[in-house]
């Protein structure tokens, strides 16, 4: 039974370490070094399924996006702010919550979101 999943962020071999201590320090995620120095983010997930945007005319690569849900939107991203994080998109109201996205270290970016939804308690 499958009872997890883990992503995977490449980054150069010279960026990798500015990537793991921005996960650390910067957004302060949970973590434990199980050896050598190779964090792992031990963090709740969820998987959502989207089209790729082609029916909009907005074609891009199918793929994988990474995101980070929150409870205070603008309390977050006043606090990432302080910390040094640049946002590259304004927060906007996507309808099923809020949304925007921010750069992180070795030429990524991810979502920042804050849902109206909530899963059902397991």
Known sequence: MIK??????FSS????EELRAFLRDTLRLPSFDPGGGWL??????EIGCHPDG???GEKGPSGVELGFACDDMEKTVAELKQRGVEFVR?????G???LTRFRMPGG???DLYEP????PDR
């Open 108 to 110: 990524l970016e991810a």
């Open 96 to 98: 099923w919550g809020l």
């Open 40 to 45: 792992i983010f031990d963090m709740p997930g």
């Open 4 to 9: 997890g999943m883990h992503v995977t962020l």
């Open 116 to 119: 109206r939804y909530r899963a």
């Open 90 to 94: 304004d927060v906007e109201d996507a």
């Open 13 to 16: 071999e010279e960026g990798v």
């Open 54 to 56: 082609e029916e909009k």
